[in-house]
């Protein structure tokens, strides 16, 4: 599978302006929960120019759908990548979700350019999903209770920090959050493809429990197996302030985002192409869950 590897993280590099010019849009017009309304129409759009079929205002007004399956998607792996694109009251992209909005788009075109360049290797269902409110509002909540992971086998997304962490400790927090269960199969085909790029991991347990907060994708990691890991911007500056916002806009923090979307698309690209990680990942999902109750 290095090939379709290497043709996702090709296209990735082929749109980096395109994908830019996105983070750009969603940084400058910062939208709170349930109103992310700019954020909304320019990721459909960006995604309808990739040829993606995309459901617009999909279960909530401003979350959204796009779906690509191959021509026998049936028993085969269901992939979602998560963008999420709300803003914090008074300091716009303080924790970074323009980011996190082009990291799950760049990663959804590059695999399905994949997918649709490597013939029969890459089969299954992909899906990015728009899951507006993430502050404050848990807006994956929501559309869990609307049904919107039923036709989901697994779920990733990736969220900016001070330092980068393939699994970070999230717990629990207001409005119906749950702790996040980081799928151990899932991120380990992380933390590999991660490494090929050259991306280094902080592997220190006083950093991956400190530097967690609280996360809606935990609603979503008790209903599929899902990832979420944390990526280094450039900056030691905390989430949630003025300078983390600035620090969402910069150049230095494009080159690691593209580069973790490109790790995100590799981990797809793997669950798709190998029939034998599904299972290793639902029975790490099961033993989480049971862990819990």
Known sequence: MEKAKQVACDFIDKCADDLHQLSRSIWENPELAYKEHHAHDVITKFLEKHDFPVEKHYKLDTAFRAEFST???????????????????????????????????????????????????????????????????????????????????????????????????????????????????????????????????????????KFGGSTDMGNVSHVVPSIHPKFYIGTTVSNHSKGFTTAAATDVAQTYSLNVAKALAMTAIDILSKPELLPRIQEDFHKDIKGTS
């Open 71 to 209: 021509s026998d998607p049936k028993n085969k792996p269901r992939v979602a990548v998560i963008c999420e694109y709300d803003a914090l009251p008074g300091i716009g992209h303080a924790c970074g979700h323009n980011l996190i909005a082009e990291i799950g788009v760049a990663a959804g075109i590059a695999i399905k350019h994949a997918m649709t360049s490597c013939g029969e290797t890459l089969t299954g269902q992909l899906s990015v999903i728009g899951t507006p409110a993430e502050e404050g509002r848990c807006g994956k909540h929501d559309l869990i209770a609307a049904g919107a992971f039923t036709s989901v086998d697994v779920a990733m997304m990736a969220h900016p920090s001070q330092y980068t962490l393939a699994r970070a400790s999230f717990t629990f927090g207001a409005k119906h959050y749950q702790a996040l269960l980081s799928n151990n199969t899932m991120a380990e085909l992380f933390e590999e493809n991660g490494g090929q790029l050259g991306i280094e991991f902080d592997q220190r347990e006083e950093i991956r429990t």
